[in-house]
T-cell receptor
Framework: GAVVSQHPSWVICKSGTSVKIECRSL??????MFWYRQFPKQSLMLMAT?????????EQGVEKDKFLINHASLTLSTLTVTSAHPEDSSFYIC?????????FGQGTRLTVV | KQEVTQIPAALSVPEGENLVLNCSFT??????LQWFRQDPGKGLTSLLL?????REQTSGRLNASLDKSSGRSTLYIAASQPGDSATYLC???????????FGKGTKLSVIP
């Protein structure tokens, strides 16, 4: 199956700072990647769809200016949480599609203090 | 809007027991359904993918079934082992969008 590498696996940052999370598709080129967020004991919720060379598509209720997505190459998508606050603390995870099968990165545990 | 429900939310069984996890979804217009495993603080590992035209898929001790018309899927785990302890997530891929909608998962504990 497709391999997705996500970095970092965990990060602690101060309130008001920005954090960048990287998601790499290691063994094939992904024109589309997906970013999810998971709060404790909740489902994974789709935040946005990252499209190579064009703007990301955000789900309702997700602030595009707060969660900046860049998909500059066919193997790399980044999510930047800008001016992070404690309520942004969550588990962020990316995925790509190989055919119609989804493969996920290892996830990033973000804690904002 | 697609909704995915998993029952039970948590399950504890003794080692060696066979078990069934349930998943239901409200909109049958799907491309496929995937079962994932998630260990605490980790990413998702794909276990089985069932295309909308298929009825079941098997991998080792795992068997997943799909009844699209009734909006149900089951994951059967045979001869459970302590290493099977994890949260199992069901997700449906919606036709037309390729977006996944997840259930909240079933947390499985296999007691040695």
């Amino acid at each position: 199956g497709a391999v997705v590498s996500q970095h970092p696996s965990w990060v602690i940052c101060k309130s008001g700072t920005s954090v960048k999370i990287e998601c790499r598709s290691l063994d094939f080129q992904a024109t589309t990647m997906f970013w999810y967020r998971q709060f404790p004991k909740q489902s994974l919720m789709l935040m946005a769809t990252s499209n190579e060379g064009s703007k990301a598509t955000y789900e309702q209720g997700v602030e595009k200016d707060k969660f900046l997505i860049n998909h500059a190459s066919l193997t790399l998508s980044t999510l930047t949480v800008t001016s992070a606050h404690p309520e942004d603390s969550s588990f962020y995870i990316c995925s790509n599609l190989f055919g119609t099968e989804a493969f996920f990165g290892q996830g990033t545990r973000l804690t904002v203090v | 809007k697609q909704e995915v429900t998993q029952i039970p939310a948590a399950l504890s069984v003794p080692e060696g027991e066979n078990l069934v996890l349930n998943c239901s979804f409200t909109d049958s217009a799907i491309y496929n359904l995937q079962w994932f495993r998630q260990d605490p603080g980790k990413g998702l590992t794909s276990l089985l993918l069932i295309q909308s035209s298929q009825r079941e898929q098997t991998s080792g001790r795992l068997n997943a079934s799909l009844d699209k018309s009734s909006g149900r899927s089951t994951l059967y785990i045979a001869a459970s082992q302590p290493g099977d302890s994890a949260t199992y997530l069901c997700a449906v891929c919606e036709a037309g969008s390729y977006q996944l909608t997840f259930g909240k998962g079933t947390k499985l504990s296999v007691i040695p």
